[in-house]
């Protein structure tokens, strides 16, 4: 079984090798060092702060080895500036045809996913039907259930 690519710009790369080693490098001691001093107060098996600063290092772990293995199968894709087509870090406007209005996404890799700010992967069902389309362009959403609509791109930036 092979390893999962994550397509990137070195911008997305460089991102994450930071949050790695802030993690690492300041996060993780400050979790330790709270253990620490949880432990010197005695009894572990009633001792709350202890039972939240393990739970943090597992969180904490369980995060650097996330990006750990995102960096190593990072594939780097040379960052695009023509707005011609859709691609990574596009701003594509488009118009949604069932429901009658516009959208702005963002198109970004599967590591700097922010849905919430219509930031969304290049590999979602909609960031996948967007990519490499031209403005006037109407592509065709398939979504997970076998359904489909249809999305107008109206801009690139």
Do not use: F, W
């Not at 650097?64 to 594939?75: F, G, P, R, S």
């Not at 009658?100 to 599967?110: K, L, M, P, Q, R």
């Not at 909609?126 to 109407?138: F, I, N, R, T």
């Amino acid at each position: 079984m092979s390893d999962q690519q994550y397509v990137m710009t070195k911008k997305n790369y460089d991102a994450l090798v930071a949050e790695l080693d802030n993690l690492v490098k300041v996060k993780r001691p400050e979790i330790i060092e709270r253990i620490a001093e949880a432990r010197s107060h005695g009894d572990l098996s009633e001792n709350a702060e202890y039972d939240a600063a393990r739970e943090e290092q597992r969180s904490n772990e369980g995060k650097i080895a996330e990006l750990e293995y995102q960096i190593k199968n990072a594939v780097i894709q040379e960052e695009i500036t023509d707005n011609s087509y859709v691609h990574l870090d596009s701003v594509v406007t488009v118009y949604d045809e069932d429901m009658g209005g516009d959208e702005v996404y963002t198109i970004t890799s599967v590591t700097d996913v922010d849905v919430m700010n219509n930031k969304i992967s290049s590999e979602s069902p909609v960031g996948a039907a967007l990519m490499k389309h031209k403005k006037g362009d109407v592509v065709t959403v398939l979504c997970p259930d076998g359904s489909t609509y249809k999305l107008k791109i109206k801009d690139i930036k």
